[in-house]
């Protein structure tokens, strides 16, 4: 079955702390990785893909295809960084179709 | 370029009421996605367009959701009859075709209550 699992519902940091949201997912075959965040009254949107291997606004995700582990990562919080975060995964097929985990609320604390 | 549009933002309905969702996506794009978010989950794909046709609708409670895309271009959700699990945030998003190398934008989203 495909899933993605997100075991945290909050994390809450300290500014300058770093951050670290888990994402386990399940898949049999090579998917592609993402993480979404959405900002508060903001609409969902893309922060980073596992394929592309950059690191946007200070973050980077590493997929780590024997744990099934695609972590996103910070060194250092800001408090604009506080958002829910949803890490997604899409099947090595044309369709693109993304399956979403639970989310993950970031709350940085100043 | 302007984003994706939806409307209603908001909607409550009694149960057994019907309720339609429209969604305008960004133009040029030909994918257009469905997908429903209740509260405390992520977003669920619901139903896949591209251009007017299906690509993926398998959970699609068919029973009593529909869409269509008949243009290629602006898409309607439909709801009849509506039950107290429809409750969630209705999200449309749009690429400019269909893959995993075309990244997906979303809608603000329709937040539904169902009374």
């Known amino acids: 079955a495909q899933r993605v699992t997100q075991p945290e519902k909050l994390l809450s940091v300290f500014k300058g702390a770093p951050v670290e949201l888990k994402c386990n997912y399940s898949y049999s075959g090579s998917p592609e990785l993402f993480w979404y965040v959405q900002y508060s009254r903001q609409r969902l949107q893309l922060l980073l893909r596992?394929?592309s291997r950059e690191s946007i606004k200070g973050f980077t995700a590493d997929l780590n295809k024997g744990e099934t582990s695609f972590h996103l990562k910070k060194p250092f919080a800001q408090e604009e960084d506080s958002a829910m975060y949803y890490c997604?995964?899409?099947?090595?097929?044309?369709?693109?179709?993304?399956?979403f985990g639970q989310g993950t609320t970031l709350q940085v604390k100043p | 370029e302007a984003g994706v549009a939806q409307s209603p933002r908001y909607k409550i309905i009694e149960k057994r009421q019907s309720v339609a969702f429209w969604c305008n996506p960004i133009s040029g794009h030909a994918t257009l996605y469905w997908y429903q978010q209740i509260l405390g989950q992520g977003p669920k794909l619901l139903i896949q367009f591209q251009n007017n046709g299906v690509v993926d609708d398998s959970q699609l409670p068919k029973d009593r959701f529909s869409a269509e895309r008949l243009k290629g271009v602006d898409s309607t959700l439909k709801i009849q009859p509506a039950k107290l699990e429809d409750s969630a945030v209705y999200l449309c998003?749009?690429?400019?075709?269909?893959?995993?190398?075309?990244?997906?934008?979303f809608g603000p989203g329709t937040r539904l209550t169902v009374t």
């Open positions: 997604a995964l899409s099947g090595r097929s044309n369709t693109g179709k993304l399956i």
């Open positions: 596992h394929i």
């Open positions: 998003a749009s690429s400019p075709s269909t893959g995993t190398s075309y990244e997906q934008y």
